[in-house]
């Protein structure tokens, strides 16, 4: 039985998509230089029991979590969830807690998000044909309102069920604060957010630490075939990307170069794809060469746990963020691009995130730093 309901595609709009700038698993061609950053774990964090007891996902035994500091911490690093029983469709699972979600989810998608981005998305194509297009010139020029409507989205969605991670490290956006000449500040300059990606989940955190602030995601050019999720990444103005295709590549680039000169942040998750084992993989240097354009800093965050919410196999989240392992999503300090070679600014990037996660996510020994 193939999963192709509305609602998971709902789902999927609401993260903003998955496997941004995804393709094929990739040719590595830099080494691991930071042989802290080796695991000595030999098991897979990604493989979870799923328990027979009735239950919502939020007590259990066994599995795998650390302290937000990166530092093992021994229980969490040994607890097993227990999302027990589950129905399989197709490839995907879903439990109790699941289905509950799902159906929350997806109404607030319904009545919610996509009547309020499609009417956004008639009322810029009125203001387009009139004189001055008021929308498109004045309001929103760089459509942060259909931003805004996916936040909204998320928080009426996400708030109830406690689905929300714990963030760390948000004062070290304050590097990024801009103040006038009478010392007043006012709002952080653009920056590039890049995080590990090993959950569907990853996406909501990310857009959770960001807010109502706008930004842009970079994100596989084929995702503009899917329904309704094509539709909203398309009006959003979301960076689309083929990697086959050199010319795509250009455009790609020329647009997340103009958005970030136009003060909008961009939003990648360079390994390319979410991580079947949930530990830390291979970075892709292009989104970064956008951010060294404009000479941004880039944010590196360290996402904690969110496989353990959402795992691979299951269509929605399995249990609530906040229980254990509690998902942490942590924020590192701004990372200049000046003066910095691709691949010192890939390591340096690479690094910071990795020390900041708990052992079963940090990168298996001699994974490469860098991938074409």
């Known amino acids: ?45 990604n493989n979870l029991s799923v328990g027979n007891s009735v239950g919502l996902g939020i007590n259990g035994g066994d599995n795998v979590a ?12 040994n607890y097993k969830v227990k999302y027990g029983p589950a129905i399989t469709l197709g490839k995907l699972k879903i439990n109790i807690f699941g289905a509950i979600f799902g159906v929350w989810e997806v109404f607030w998608g319904i009545f919610f998000w996509y009547p309020m981005l499609m009417l956004y998305a008639l009322s810029r194509k009125i203001s387009s044909v009139l004189p001055g297009d008021l929308l498109g010139k004045k309001i929103d020029p760089f459509r942060r309102i259909p931003i805004n409507i996916g936040y909204t989205w998320g928080l009426l969605s996400f708030t109830l069920f406690r689905m929300w991670p714990k963030i760390e490290g948000m004062e070290n956006l304050e590097a990024l604060r801009e103040v006038d000449e009478n010392g007043k500040k006012k709002g952080l300059k653009p920056a590039m957010y890049v995080a590990n990606h090993s959950s569907w989940m990853d996406i909501p955190f990310v857009c959770h630490v960001l807010g109502f602030q706008n930004y842009k995601f970079i994100a596989k050019a084929e995702l503009k075939k899917v329904p309704i999720l094509g539709r909203a990444l398309m009006v959003a103005g979301h960076v689309m990307l083929d990697r086959t295709n050199r010319r795509s590549q250009m455009v790609a ?3 997340g170069v103009q958005w970030m000169k136009d003060g909008v942040n961009l939003v990648t998750f360079p390994e390319g794809t979410r991580s079947k084992t949930g530990r830390l993989g291979s970075f892709k240097k292009g989104a970064f060469k956008m951010a060294q354009a404009v000479n941004a800093p880039i944010v590196p965050i360290s996402i904690q746990y969110a496989d353990r919410v959402q795992p691979l196999d299951y269509a929605f989240p399995a249990k609530i963020s906040r229980t254990r392992p509690e998902a942490v999503v942590r924020v590192g300090k701004p990372i200049s691009t000046e003066g910095k070679t691709d691949n010192d600014l890939l390591e340096e990037v690479w690094n910071t995130i990795a020390d900041d996660l708990p052992e079963s996510h940090k990168p298996a020994k001699d994974t490469p730093v860098g991938a074409n």
């Open 66 to 77: 650390a302290s937000s500091n990166g530092v093992t911490d021994p229980s969490k690093e």
């Open 1 to 45: 039985m193939k999963f192709s309901s509305a609602a998971i595609v709902l789902l999927s709009s609401v993260y903003c998509a998955d496997a941004l700038v995804s393709g094929p698993r990739p040719h590595a061609v830099r080494s691991l230089q930071s042989s802290k950053l080796f695991s000595s774990a030999a098991a897979s964090s």
């Open 253 to 255: 680039y020329k647009s």
